[in-house]
């Protein structure tokens, strides 16, 4: 029979007959990501995608490969709504052993023409390597800044280069065990905060202060323009509080907690942030975005909220024993607050351009 691509509709609700084809690409995502990792750390459940596909600020379509009733091969591709926005992402990827037969072709394919029917002049994709991975020898690949590369001869590497993308950025996965280490981080937190003045620290799990919320939308629209970005063409994002509890909904309905602090700043607007993202049913945390916004940088804020947040990652969740981070390369203070932190370096990230 021969390998079928169509697109997968979202269900209303999971465990309904119209939830089975949703259900099996979350399947097939999560043998993918154990076959990169050895294990399901980076699999999303199918609540939390299911509520983060529904997201009106970042729609996405989803196109599948089936043999038979089988999923082995799927591509999604999401773009800011923003019809100013000029980019449209993708990711793409095939079981082991229906690679290299053209589905990856035309997976990809049926992204692209989504992204050229909104118009857009840029497609981006991303790619994650286990650090093992990317130590093989051989001709390396680099991007425009940074130190970081990968091999060449990788397979997804050439996939992308043979369908005219160009390597924009590299990005570091890095790690961080956290199991027992909360009086730790607590008493170097209490040593900072002795320390500093005119800034501080408000954390909250879920949903923001409704005081706060519209200047921690204002902080957030900046990370989309304030982090380096290689070489990428990166869209603005239009964040206001709307959006924040849009953002926080998605997350409850997907099983998922938010945890914050924020830097605030005499005049009562947030100087900085950072949030930990707690996936369920899993022993580890996502570091999602970590922001000090530019005029308020030079005050020790980024060190600042992230060890507090520890803190609160301890107090709430003492089961996560691991926090993930990503980091561009060329995003050398951010690194540098990361490695004195304990961060180690677990992976690479690659993300390409085409347009």
């Known amino acids: ?8 509709a979202l269900p209303a609700t999971l465990g309904a007959p119209e939830a ?5 690409v979350v399947e097939f995502m999560t043998a ?25 600020y970042l729609p996405r379509r989803l196109f599948a490969a089936w043999d038979g009733e089988r999923c082995v091969g799927r591509v999604v591709t999401f773009w800011e709504a923003d019809p100013a926005a000029t ?17 990856g072709s035309q997976l990809i394919e049926r992204a692209e023409a989504v ?27 680099r991007a425009p800044q940074g130190d970081a590369s990968i091999p060449a001869d990788l397979p997804s590497v050439r996939f992308a280069t043979r369908h005219g993308y160009t390597l924009r950025q ?28 005119g800034y ?8 923001t202060p409704d005081e706060l919320v519209e200047s921690y939308a204002a902080a957030r629209a900046r990370m989309a323009l304030d982090v380096p970005a290689g070489g990428l063409t990166i869209d603005e994002e239009e964040w206001d509080a709307a959006r924040v509890r849009a953002h926080e909904d998605r997350s409850l309905d997907g099983g998922r907690s938010l945890l914050v602090q924020a830097a605030v700043a005499p005049d009562g607007t947030v100087a900085g942030y950072t949030e930990l993202l707690l996936p369920p049913g899993k022993t580890v945390a996502y570091q999602s975005d970590t922001l000090v916004v530019a005029a308020h940088r030079g005050h020790g804020l980024g060190m600042r909220v ?34 004195a932190l304990g961060f180690g370096l677990r992976g690479i990230s690659a993300e390409w351009q085409r347009g």
């Open 115 to 141: 992204i050229r029917g909104l118009g857009r002049q840029a497609f981006a994709g991303f790619d994650d390597f286990p650090i093992a991975v990317t130590q093989r020898a051989g001709e390396r690949l």
């Open 20 to 24: 089975i084809e949703f259900e099996r």
């Open 200 to 207: 501080r620290l408000v954390g909250w799990v879920d949903r």
């Open 170 to 197: 590299l990005e570091r996965q890095s790690g961080l065990t956290v199991a027992g280490r909360l009086e730790e981080f607590r008493a170097a937190s209490e040593e900072r905060e002795a320390e500093a003045s």
């Open 32 to 56: 993918i990501e154990v076959e990169r990792w050895g294990d399901d750390r980076f699999a999303f459940t199918a609540p939390e995608l299911l509520a983060m596909y529904r997201d009106e």
């Open 306 to 339: 992230k060890l507090a947040n520890l803190v609160l990652l301890g107090e709430f969740a003492p089961e996560r024993t691991d926090v993930y981070t990503w980091n561009a390369d060329e995003n050398e203070h951010m690194l540098a607050i990361n490695i």
């Open 1 to 8: 029979m021969p390998v079928e691509i169509r697109e997968v």
């Open 87 to 103: 980019v449209g992402n993708l990711i793409v990827e095939v079981h082991p052993a229906y690679r290299r037969a053209g589905i």
